[in-house]
């Protein structure tokens, strides 16, 4: 069945260092791809998404493109700040028609601690 | 937009008892989804509903779980006979329907201790 890995963590790192976490999914055809992060104390919030092969979605200085050649949407910043500290977590949407059309399937989530 | 809530945040109970949560999507919303997830992991899906009509039910949905959303609004996810194993935060989600990709919204979740 479909499926999302993410890195494990907890990833540490001082601020304004470069930050990736991967994502690799397994899924028939061409699924949706979201990052959402939960920031202590709160609830999930979409970061970015993309629906179709070799789009990037952005937000917030954060970047993930679709590779559909290595069925990946690798999250990345280039500058971290103290306040992105939260868990991050990669997930997929089957396309329309697939069995997981609509809900979404996670990664077990990538801790980011990031340090003055 | 006053977001997705839940009620309540925080319910414990003993094993053996029934539980019932509430969700209230945002407003236009007219799918609702609802999430399980364990310390340490990501979100499981449980069930969604489509207005009012509930779309699909996970494998992991024992028939000790039922939930409704009674005219397409709120939504209630009723657990009876609550084991330790249930222990959990419960996500509720909502999403408006418009193609691919749809975004969906998170509540800030209900968290069950089985004692």
């Known amino acids: 069945g479909d499926s999302v890995t993410q890195m494990e963590g907890p990833v540490t790192l001082s601020e304004e260092a470069f930050l990736t976490i991967n994502c690799t999914y397994t899924?028939?055809?061409?699924?949706?791809l979201f990052w959402y992060v939960q920031y202590p104390g709160e609830g999930l919030q979409l970061l970015l998404k993309?629906?179709?092969?070799?789009d990037k979605g952005s937000n917030k200085g954060f970047e993930a493109t679709y590779r559909k050649e290595t069925t990946s949407f690798h999250l990345e910043k280039g500058s971290v700040q103290v306040s992105d500290s939260a868990v991050y977590f990669c997930?997929?949407?089957?396309?329309?028609?697939?069995?997981?059309?609509?809900?979404?399937?996670f990664g077990q989530g990538t801790t980011l601690q990031v340090k003055p | 937009d006053t977001g997705v809530s839940q009620n309540p945040r925080h319910k414990i109970t003993k094993r053996g008892q029934n539980v019932t949560f509430r969700c209230d999507p945002i407003?236009?919303?007219?799918?609702l989804y609802w999430y399980r997830q364990t310390l340490g992991q990501g979100p499981e899906f449980l069930t969604y509903?489509?207005?009012?009509?509930?779309?699909?039910k996970s494998r992991l949905l024992s028939d000790r779980f039922s939930a409704e959303r009674p005219k397409g609004s709120f939504s209630t996810l009723e657990i009876q006979r609550t084991e330790q194993g249930d222990s959990a935060m419960y996500l509720c989600?909502?999403?408006?329907?418009?193609?691919?990709?749809?975004?969906?919204?998170f509540g800030p979740g209900t968290r069950l201790t089985v004692l």
């Open positions: 989600a909502s999403s408006l329907a418009a193609g691919v990709a749809d975004t969906q919204y």
């Open positions: 899924a028939t055809g061409y699924p949706s």
């Open positions: 993309a629906t179709k092969a070799d």
């Open positions: 997930a997929l949407s089957g396309e329309r028609g697939s069995s997981n059309t609509g809900k979404l399937i």
């Open positions: 407003s236009e919303h007219n799918r």
């Open positions: 509903f489509q207005n009012e009509a509930q779309l699909e």
